[in-house]
């Protein structure tokens, strides 16, 4: 995206994305931040766009092991420290593993991985700082319309499942990007910008007209 920019001059644009963009927004924002204006996130400000220590994601943890091992093979670190840091997220890792295999233990076999989503489950990193003006709309509780209701209570119990979910999400965004305009917009569907069209443009609008 930071190659693309420059190919095609553009100086220090608003970013916007949506769904799993938000790991390519904060890649952007906290490694070139000085190239970006602003980044908007729509329904994209998850787990994945910002490091939550409290509900760790397993494809982080393991990429970031993946991480400090590259680092220590390629030498000219403390490595007496990098090995005592790896000891640690090892420790971590295992226990965020036990959870993920418990909670797939039952599912049927996946089916191959595509490209797509290796690019994806790889590509996650541990984004802790973005340092640059940033926008977050959340579809939160999610739009559960298509799904019956058969009175078994299934249908309640995903709403309020979804809603603990999100709604961690935009507190963790919030206490991790100070400064950071959080929206949230009960029942919207995921496709917000479609959906609740209007709402979203006005909120966008309110944030660049505070980037001047």
Known sequence: MVAVMK?????????????????????????SPEKVSGLIYLD?????????????????????????????EAGGI????????????VAKFET?????????????????????????NFGMQKY??????????YACPHNWDRLPDDGSGRKA?????????????????KHGVPGARIVIIPNADHYLYLTNEAQVVSEIKVFLASLH
């Open 7 to 31: 190919a095609l001059h553009i100086d220090r644009p608003v970013l916007i994305g949506h769904s799993i963009a938000g790991e390519e927004l904060s890649s952007v924002g906290s490694r």
């Open 78 to 89: 403390d490595e007496k420290k990098m090995l005592l840091d790896l000891e640690t997220a």
């Open 128 to 137: 802790t700082s973005i340092p640059v003006p940033a926008l977050a709309i």
């Open 96 to 120: 965020v593993l036990h959870q993920n295999n418990l909670g797939v233990a039952n599912m049927p076999p996946l089916p191959p991985r595509s490209p797509i989503n290796a690019a994806v």
């Open 157 to 173: 119990a995903l709403i309020a499942d979804d809603k603990v979910r999100c709604t961690a999400w935009a507190d963790n965004f």
């Open 44 to 72: 994209a400000a998850t787990d994945f766009a910002l490091y939550d220590p409290a509900h760790p994601l397993f494809e982080i943890e393991m990429n970031d092991i993946k991480r400090r091992i590259d680092e220590i």
